[in-house]
């Protein structure tokens, strides 16, 4: 289980002053065992903040993380990684040198994998895995491709007990989407916890629960039912979708 208690996330102001930009302000939240939740929320609202704090990128102003019991305030990536903690970039990163075939070996926990194994990784996530096992996870690969090989490394490692996806929708394609809707029911199935942020109605549909964030606060959590009236009223009330109308 993973609990957030009054966590907030500062950051120096752009103007130089001496003041700060609050982006959370004061999140609660628990995210039980085996549970299918998703985050949403208008642009700009902290989603993806949260996710990095959660994940040990960035660590909190004030307050504190809990998993499973344990305070991992001060852990960071690695340590949270190796305690069952995985995510999935935004916009994933590169890694010049490294084939898309070392990336899931070593996402696997650095273990030797059978080249079908890591086919079976590859076609899960919609790529077919002639083409890709043995291409270096550079910039010749789109940003969709990249994705995809991400989401996969979450996939091939074994010891996920809380899988993080920020916006895995993004720039990849129909059919895969609906390929990834799949990995993410058997990662459910398989009693794994899942974390996504998403504005993708298809995904809202399989979440057991829905986390609204806006202006850096939790403004509902409960059923889509419960929480897209919410969503339209935030949406309607935020004054750079009126400016845009
Ligand atoms: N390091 C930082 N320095 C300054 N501002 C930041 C920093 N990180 C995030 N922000 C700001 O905090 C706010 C929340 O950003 P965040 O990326 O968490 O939003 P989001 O809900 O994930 O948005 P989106 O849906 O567009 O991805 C934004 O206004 C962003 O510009």
Redesign the pocket.
Same mark, same amino acid.
Not at 43 to 49: E, F, I, L, P, R
């Given at each position: 289980m993973l609990e957030l208690r009054h966590v907030s996330f500062s950051?120096p102001d !752009?103007n130089g002053t001496k003041n700060t %930009?609050e982006?959370l302000k004061d999140i609660n939240l628990v995210i039980d065992e085996q549970k299918f939740v998703v985050i949403t @929320?208008p642009?700009? @609202?902290? %989603?993806?903040?949260l996710a990095k704090l959660i994940a040990g990128i960035e660590k909190p102003t004030s307050g504190q993380i809990f998993f499973n019991g344990q305070d991992i305030t001060d852990w960071d990536i690695t340590k949270r990684a190796q305690n069952g903690i995985g995510y999935a970039f935004?916009q994933p990163v590169r890694f010049k040198g490294i084939t898309v075939m070392d990336l899931l070996c070593l996402a696997a926990g650095n273990k030797k994998l059978d080249k079908c194994v890591v086919c079976q990784y590859l076609s899960e996530v919609g790529l077919c895995a002639e083409n890709y096992i043995n291409r270096e996870v550079d910039a010749s690969l789109s940003g969709g491709e990249l994705k995809r090989i991400e989401i996969a490394t979450i996939v091939a490692r074994k010891n996920t007990e809380l899988a993080l996806f920020d !916006?895995p929708e993004a720039g990849i394609d129909l059919w895969s989407f609906h390929k990834l809707i799949k990995v993410f029911e058997r990662m459910h199935d398989q009693k794994q916890s899942i974390l996504i942020?998403s504005h993708q109605e298809r995904i809202l549909n399989i979440a057991d629960e829905i986390v609204l964030?806006a202006d850096g606060t939790v403004r509902k959590v409960g059923t889509k039912e419960e929480v897209l009236p919410e969503l339209m009223d935030v949406v309607g009330n935020c004054k750079f979708y009126k400016e845009e109308v």
């Open positions: 950051v !752009e %930009k982006i @929320g642009n700009g @609202g902290g %989603k993806s903040t935004q !916006e942020i964030i």
